[in-house]
């Protein structure tokens, strides 16, 4: 059996990053530093520090 890389999808001059979901931080905190991410039945919360490095917490 051979491996199959994903670029190995990539439509000719389509680069990998491009096909990935984009999202701006200030706009799922809608300008503030805080949102809440769910997923299935968890809840995680985003922050944008005073720094502005992004924070993932559960």
Do not use: C, E, W
């Not at 990053?17 to 769910?38: E, S």
């Amino acid at each position: 059996m051979t491996a199959v890389r994903p670029a190995d999808f990539a439509q000719p001059g389509t680069s990998v990053l491009a096909r990935i979901p984009q999202h701006d931080a200030t706009q799922l905190t809608r300008g503030g530093n805080q949102a809440l991410i769910i997923l299935d039945d968890q809840m995680y919360q985003l922050r944008i520090t005073r720094a502005g490095k992004l924070i993932l917490t559960k």
